[in-house]
């Protein structure tokens, strides 16, 4: 199983992004996806998660509103729409796998068994 994180880059705040993360070597539409971020210095962080009914799950109101996730079966890709960007955005971010069968998706980093490398955004003027 590989995934393929990509779309990061500089952009200034106020601005837009969309992260993509390609999944290969699974069986995409039956897993729960989710989005994490690391900034430098800080814990990993879960921002949004998306079952494989299309369900989805946020960390908090804020960044519902700005980072809407979705998915593409049939491409097996799961996106993160950034919008609105600040620079406490800034971190990597980092796509997961649950392959469980658990009903729903959850924001447990552990619940994830494959994650992406990773792509980087930075927010800054």
């Known amino acids: 199983v590989q995934l393929q994180a990509s779309g990061g880059g500089l952009v200034q705040p106020g601005g837009s992004l969309r992260l993509s993360c390609a999944v290969s070597?699974?069986?995409?539409?039956?897993?729960?996806m989710g989005w994490f971020r690391q900034a430098p210095g800080k814990a990993r962080e879960f921002v949004a998660g998306?079952?494989?009914?299309?369900?989805?799950?946020y960390s908090s109101d804020s960044l519902k509103a700005r980072f809407p996730i979705s998915r593409d079966n049939a491409k097996n890709t799961v996106y993160l729409q950034m919008n609105n960007l600040k620079p406490e955005d800034t971190a990597v971010y980092h796509c997961?796998?649950?392959?469980?069968?658990?009903?729903?998706?959850?924001?447990?980093?552990?619940?994830?068994?494959?994650w992406g490398q990773g792509t980087l955004v930075t927010v800054s003027s």
């Open positions: 998306i079952s494989r009914y299309g369900g989805t799950i």
């Open positions: 070597g699974g069986a995409f539409s039956t897993w729960h």
């Open positions: 997961a796998a649950d392959q469980s069968q658990r009903i729903g998706v959850r924001s447990i980093a552990s619940d994830y068994a494959y």
